[in-house]
């Protein structure tokens, strides 16, 4: 069974489901004990897909993506011709 440190090193193995099933199924069984544990799982799964949703809209601003809309309503709402 997984204690607290191997728990909180491998936060991010777990995330990643990069973990080997034996430790994998340790550190849950841990987790399930230990509240500390799994709040700390808890903030880094949250944190992630912050920071995932922060780079996709770093990615493409939202801005652009209702311009470049508006640019092909413009088009397509004319006359049927472009350019
Ligand atoms: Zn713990």
Known sequence: ????????RELEAILDRSVDDELSVGIHEHLEGCSDCMQALDFHAELRAVVREKCLNDEIPADLVARLEQCF?????GDGQIG
Do not use: I, R
Request: net charge negative; charged share 40%.
């Open 1 to 8: 069974m997984a204690d607290c440190n191997d728990t909180l």
């Open 73 to 77: 309503q413009e088009d397509f709402d």
